[in-house]
């Protein structure tokens, strides 16, 4: 993906208008993580049925107008996915379906990643489950730093 410097069309569409803005009551995992550096909080809400895939997902965020786009995005992106396949939606994933971001706002993406790790950390504690390659949510994303970043970065 080469470097962008500008939101896409597709960032605007989904800050403009976002998918998925809201809450689940008795959701089967909810999670919150937020990033010290810019104070903005994500909280998310998954919907799983008893085959363990993911039948809705919800957000809401204190955050800026990339972290609302990515997890507009992400929110579309992990529903209907099974609980193993909500892994692969990443930061990376979101940044791609949404045709790039701004090198600086990529910190944003890993909030909606995050935050769907974390709703799916609480679901798998829960259900008494390991779900491959999923780790307990840490409180600040800049604790990972494991991040995707663009090229040229
Ligand atoms: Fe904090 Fe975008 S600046 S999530």
């Not at 939101?7 to 403009?16: E, I, Q, R």
């Not at 609980?83 to 701004?102: F, H, S, Y």
């Not at 944003?108 to 008494?128: F, G, R, T, V």
Request: glycine share 8%.
């Amino acid at each position: 993906m080469s470097q962008v410097t500008e939101y896409s069309d597709k960032v605007m569409d989904h800050f403009s208008n976002p998918r998925n803005v809201g809450e689940i009551e008795n959701a089967s995992g909810v999670g919150t993580v937020g990033n010290a550096k810019c104070g903005d909080i994500m909280r998310m809400y998954l919907d799983i049925d008893d085959d363990r895939i993911v039948r809705d997902a919800k957000f809401k965020t204190f955050g800026c107008g990339a972290a609302i786009a990515t997890s507009s995005m992400a929110t579309e992106l992990v529903k209907g996915k099974s609980i193993e396949d909500a892994m692969t939606v990443t930061n990376k994933a979101v940044m791609e379906a949404l045709d790039g971001l701004p090198p600086v706002k990529v910190h944003c993406s890993l909030l909606a990643e995050q935050a769907i790790h974390a709703a799916l950390w609480d679901y798998a504690q829960k259900e008494n489950i390991v779900i491959d390659g999923l780790k307990p949510p840490v409180n600040d994303i800049e604790e990972t730093e494991e991040y995707y970043q663009m090229p040229g970065e």
